[in-house]
């Protein structure tokens, strides 16, 4: 149960190992790729192992995780990595190298992840992304989510003000469950018209 490898037509989606340190490092460090975040990039490989112990191998000690890396099938080397949380947001997030940018692999990962999380029972999942990288909105809407609302946030660690949008997939039939915890937590939260 814990964290099936999954494969799509050009991915191999899997667990990361410790092997993998220098590929992750190359996705970490890329200020880039990590603006938008919530961690600063590594700037070394021991940043590098204390980020995979702290979000992969702790996730993988747990009976259900969904924590995997992104690799291409020829290599089977990471250039992302995807997840959903465990926790009751089940939140959906993903990273990818930039020069892998803009071929669909997110969503591809995506709609994978996605159809095995409904399968073990997962009943949604939400993501959320700054309104200042609308790309990330669109990865959402590929891969079936919709849009909720938006609510402010003081983000940390960077300590900046941020506006989130929240999206959401419910997997289990549900469609009028929209989860709140975001919206009641934070003062300032809206509907954004057309979106």
């Known amino acids: 149960m814990n964290t099936p490898t999954l494969e799509t037509e050009r991915l191999i989606l899997r667990k990361f190992t410790k092997q ?3 590929a992750l490092f190359l996705i970490l460090k890329d200020e880039e ?4 975040l919530p961690w600063y990039p590594v ?7 204390k980020f995979y112990k702290e979000r992969y191998a702790s ?3 747990q009976p259900q995780a969904y924590a995997y890396a992104i690799c291409l099938k020829e290599g089977n080397c990471p250039v992302g990595y995807i997840k959903v949380d465990m926790e009751d947001h089940h939140d959906f997030g993903y990273g990818l190298r930039r020069e892998f940018w803009h071929k669909g692999l997110v969503t591809e990962a995506g709609k994978a992840v996605i159809a095995q999380v409904k399968k073990d ?14 790309r990330s909105g669109g ?16 983000w940390q660690p960077k300590n900046i003000p941020v506006t989130f949008r929240m999206y959401q997939l419910n997997l289990d039939g549900n469609e009028s469950r929209v989860y709140q915890k975001y919206w009641d937590n934070s003062a300032v939260h809206f509907i954004e018209p057309n979106l």
Do not use: C, W
């Open 20 to 22: 993998d340190m220098d």
């Open 33 to 36: 790729v990590n603006k938008f």
């Open 43 to 49: 700037k070394d490989m021991d940043e590098t192992e």
């Open 59 to 61: 996730k993988y000690a």
């Open 121 to 134: 029972g997962l009943p949604y999942i939400t993501a959320t992304h700054d309104r200042n990288n609308p």
């Open 139 to 154: 990865v959402m809407r590929n891969v079936g989510m919709k849009y909720q609302y938006s609510y402010e946030e003081q």
